[in-house]
Every structure is written in C-alpha cells, then in structure tokens.
C-alpha cells in the first residue's frame, strides 16, 4: 500500500512492465459468477490500495501497466509502447481507480482492457490499438475492451479502434462514456444501464441485443443500429441511411 513508481522506463519484459498485484485469498471465486456479489464489487476487497504509477516510459512486454487485485491507485502521465496484448488492464484491479493522461501506442490488442472494475475513471487518455487479423492481416482495433463491471467512467478519452463488450464474459452495469471521440464501432450488446454523453462516433454505433441505457446528445457520423431499449435524445446524425 501506500507506493509510488515514478518516472521508470522499461524496455522489455516476459509479461507486464508494471504490475501491482493486491489479490487475497478469494478475490479470484468470491461470487464469480455472479453480477452483484459483494466480493467482486468490493472496492475494498483489493489487497493493493492508494498506489501511484506516473510519468513512466514503458515498452514492450505482452502488457503495460497492470492493477491485479488493486484499489484507489492512480496511474496517470505514462507513455506505454508496442505491448503485444494490452496496455492497460485493469483486471479485477480498478476498484475506486484513476487513469488519467495516459499514451497507449501501437497496442497489439486492447489499448483498456476492463474486467472486474468498479468506480473506474479513466480520462483524458490516447488510447492507440494496432490489431490486426491475424488470417487476413485486415485492422481490427480495438480501444477499450469491457467485461464485467459496475459504475465506471470513461471521459475525454481519444479511442483509435472500437468499444466493445463482447470480447470477454459478463455484464458491464451502468458505465458513463462522456466527451469521447471513438474512431472504431461502438458495440455494446450486453451492457445495461449505459450512458453515453456527448460523445462523437466515427464508426458504426451499435447499441444492441440486451443493451439498455441513454444515448444523449452524441454525434454519429456513420450507421446506427439502435436496441429498443436504448433512449435517444438529442442524437446529431450525419449518415442519412442509417437504420435508425
């Protein structure tokens, strides 16, 4: 508890260039399975509390910076370069975090990965995805990726691919996206109570399947494909066919 790792560079490492890990006995099967269990929504259930990573210079690696069982750390200022699969992954380790002013460049995979968060702020950051397929070599990036989760919030935020919560298992309940520009799709098909505030969306914005929330005052520039229970209001739309 209670550390600071500032201005670090690192230049290669076999899995994370930083990573602090808080898990106790538990965190990893208390309520699994389930969407509302007090010991995955515990802010306090993280064994790593009030940490700081800022203004680091972090390259390669298969991650950049990691929170693994972490809560109410602050990782803010650091460029992170050329990680194989994620630049930043709160796994089970963003409980009542920040991440602020972040560079993710040249991601192999998610820029934000996000599992088993709750009360995450993540803003202001670059977040940059280079995946690709790896059959057809065609682009396939990928900014923020969501799983299960509650109450988090994502502002500001520069996101070079898409938004999606279909790459990992679970329900996100209640994010806020807030003043994003997204050049990728937004795709949320199991995300419920959502926000979306003023964003503009490059891409495709597809709200559907289960989702459910409030669209207000976004800007669309392509296809919208709406769930039925997602309220529009004050939508500015530019593509004329989309299916709305």
Sequence with gaps: NNCSVRRVRTVRSDDGGIQISGYKPGI????????????????????????????????????????????????????????????????????????????????????????????????DNQLYSARVDPTTGTPIKTAISLGEGRDNWFRRNVCDGMVSDSILNGVNVRPVFESNFVTGEMALWKTTGLISRANTYKNNLRLKAQATGLSQNDLALSKIEPSSAVVFDGLRHVNTFAAL
């Excluded at 399975?33 to 210079?57: L, R, T």
């Excluded at 990782?75 to 991440?99: K, Q």
């Design 28 to 123: 990893e099967t208390v309520g699994y399975q389930s969407q509302v269990s007090p010991g995955v929504w515990n802010p306090y259930h993280g064994g790593a509390k009030n940490n700081v990573i800022e203004d680091c210079d972090i390259s390669g690696g298969a991650l950049g910076v990691e929170l693994v069982g972490g809560a109410q750390c602050h990782v803010r200022r650091n460029t992170i370069r050329n990680a194989t699969l994620h630049g930043l992954r709160m796994a089970g380790g963003g409980w009542d975090s920040e991440l602020t002013e972040n560079r993710v460049l040249a991601c192999g995979h998610t820029a934000l990965y996000v599992d088993y968060c709750f009360l995450l702020v993540a803003s």
